[in-house]
């Protein structure tokens, strides 16, 4: 499991795990807001037994799935029971204005991922910055991470944990790191970079700067 908050590169690091070989791109398969539609219809389930079970035909010698706390909330008393041999991977960014302020860009301008090759639509940037908004993502986002935390202790789980930024700089170092704990057949060599295009720009880090000075009460 990819245990994740949002804008911390599970979508980079899914991506290149299919690149290195693993044949199903892992998919927010709790995720009601539309990849589990899409996984219970491709799958023709009816049940949620049905539906956990499928992922055991699946070609992979290891099912690899992502969740964020939201999604995986429900689930979490059982998800061990659901899950026997859970392993743990656990996606974290610390610079967390930094992941917030991608939280809100994403929000208003509707553009969340860009591949290469993509057009993108222009982002004018001028007037749109909401601390309050942002200073609410913060507020959600270290929520999430210590209910993570929370269930990691009371489950005696201790994840592999990557950080944004290696994901960012080095993401065959990420799958490798991936490969030795959790002993997958993967080839890292073969991942070129994370297939996605980077969304930051000027705005970003002003608006990141700005969110920062406000979390230090510096003026």
């Known amino acids: 499991m990819l245990a994740m908050t949002p804008r911390t590169g599970s979508t980079f690091l899914c991506t290149a795990l299919r690149e290195a070989g693993q044949s199903v791109e892992p998919n927010e398969i709790f995720n009601p807001r539309g990849p589990a539609q899409v996984e219970r219809d491709r799958r023709h389930v009816c049940s949620f037994a049905e539906y956990i079970a499928s992922f055991a035909a699946d070609r992979d010698a290891t099912f690899i799935f992502k969740t964020g706390w939201y999604d995986a909330a429900p689930l979490v008393p059982a998800l061990?029971?659901?899950?026997?041999?859970?392993?743990?991977?656990?996606?974290?960014?610390?610079?967390?204005?930094?992941q917030a302020v991608s939280q809100f860009r994403a929000e208003v301008s509707g553009v969340w991922h860009a591949r290469p090759g993509q057009v993108q639509p222009e982002f004018d940037a001028t007037d749109k910055f909401d601390l309050a908004r942002i200073s609410q993502i913060v507020q959600t986002m270290e929520q999430e991470k210590r209910s993570w935390e929370g269930w990691f202790a009371a489950n005696r789980l201790t994840p592999l944990r990557l950080e944004y930024r290696l994901l960012e700089t080095d993401v065959r170092e990420a799958l490798r790191r991936i490969v030795s704990t959790m002993k997958l057949d993967l080839r890292p060599d073969l991942v070129a970079g994370t297939g996605m295009l980077k969304l930051a720009d000027t705005a970003s880090f002003d608006w990141t700067e700005r969110v920062q000075k406000h979390l230090f009460n510096l003026s």
Request: hydrophobic fraction near 55%.
């Open 80 to 98: 061990t029971r659901i899950f026997p041999a859970l392993r743990v991977i656990y996606l974290d960014r610390q610079n967390i204005a930094a």
